[in-house]
């Protein structure tokens, strides 16, 4: 072969090397592998998205308020979520099949290996907890790291349970995380309006500010952190603590599906043109309704405010780098 043939053939190798395709065209980095009664009784119903939030009067029975909310909603789009276990787990990898998905599955050990099981190698199997204020050993956790069942700590859901991210009670998971080298989903935000009224009673917006990640971030400089649902809608406190500390990502889940496009798109172009658009990675936070995984999709596929590298990057590369994987 002359110089020149070589030339030419390693021009042809870098090319194919630059046009290779990723595996995986989206990364849901907020999938819940969860059973038909997480959200209350089986079948449950929400809009997509909530046109407006309702106000409540204390002087009413509290069903008034959930009969807007999940019981009978009135709104464009009702989605009502499968009644049987394997009807909702089929649906949401089948949302994963269609989408050509890879998605960060939290929930109980249990479930989340069984949705593995059915979903093979698109389910990375992480660790939920927290949401009643019971935290698990953390023998538990390096049992199931061993066996190839614990890629993340995600979502850590203390904040249902008025357990801010600096309360020492969390500390040894953190330090965990740091030492296994796994990243961290941690609820910062919103949870079901009123939840405090009547699902859980612990719930405080003040233990969702994102400023109470701080001391988490300086103590373990390595610790790869992903807030979900950005803080909405501290959105100063999440853009000054990305800003102050470059290894802190966030997810767009809920907001991407339950909001209203304005709200959402008004959000998410705040931390854009805070120059954070490599640190916004896709969530869906399907919960039991798997139809909100496409919504979610196909409305950051549509954004006209959205450059294409910007999709890709929210869709896909950002959680792909965050996770160390090629994705």
């Known amino acids: 072969m002359t110089i020149r043939g070589m030339m030419a ?12 395709r990723a595996r995986y065209d989206v990364i849901d980095m907020h999938f819940h592998a969860d059973l038909p009664d997480a959200e209350g009784p089986p079948g449950g119903k929400m809009c997509a998205p909530y046109p407006a939030w309702a106000p409540r009067d204390p002087g ?4 008034t308020y959930l009969d807007w909310f999940t019981v009978n909603p009135t709104c464009p789009r009702v989605l009502v979520a499968p009644a049987g276990a394997a009807a909702l787990r089929d649906r949401g990898l089948a949302m994963l099949q269609r989408y050509n998905g890879l998605a960060l599955a939290g929930g109980d050990a249990a479930t989340v290996e069984d949705y593995r099981r059915h979903g093979g190698e698109r389910i990375l199997p992480s660790a939920g907890f927290g949401s009643d204020g019971k935290l698990p050993s953390i023998a538990a956790l390096r049992a199931l790291h061993k066996q190839g069942r614990l890629t993340a700590l995600s979502e850590i859901t203390t904040q249902y349970a008025g357990i801010a991210p600096d309360d020492p009670r969390l500390e040894p998971y953190f330090a965990l995380a740091d030492e296994l080298d796994i990243p961290v989903g941690i609820h910062m935000g919103p949870g079901p309006p009123g939840t405090a009224y009547f699902a859980t009673p612990d719930y405080r917006v003040s233990a ?14 390595r610790l790869r952190i992903y807030a979900m649902h950005a803080g909405w809608p501290l959105g100063d406190a999440m853009i000054a603590m990305m800003f102050a500390h470059p290894q802190l990502y966030v997810d767009i889940a809920v907001l991407d599906h339950a909001y209203t496009e304005r709200a959402f798109r008004d959000y998410l172009k705040r931390l854009i043109d805070a120059g954070m658009e490599e640190r916004i990675m896709f969530g869906s936070d399907n919960m039991v309704w798997p139809d909100t995984i496409g919504l979610a999709i196909e409305r950051i596929r549509r954004a006209p405010y959205l ?19 090629e994705g």
């Not at 053939?9 to 290779?20: N, V």
């Not at 009413?60 to 069903?63: A, F, I, N, V």
């Open 60 to 63: 009413k029975p509290l069903e």
């Open 208 to 221: 969702g500010d994102p400023l109470r990640l701080e001391p988490v971030l300086i103590r373990h400089p």
């Open 9 to 20: 053939l390693l021009c042809l190798m870098a090319a194919g090397q630059g046009e290779a």
């Open 307 to 325: 450059t294409e590298r910007q999709k890709r990057l929210i869709l896909h590369d950002n959680a792909a780098r965050f996770l160390r994987i």
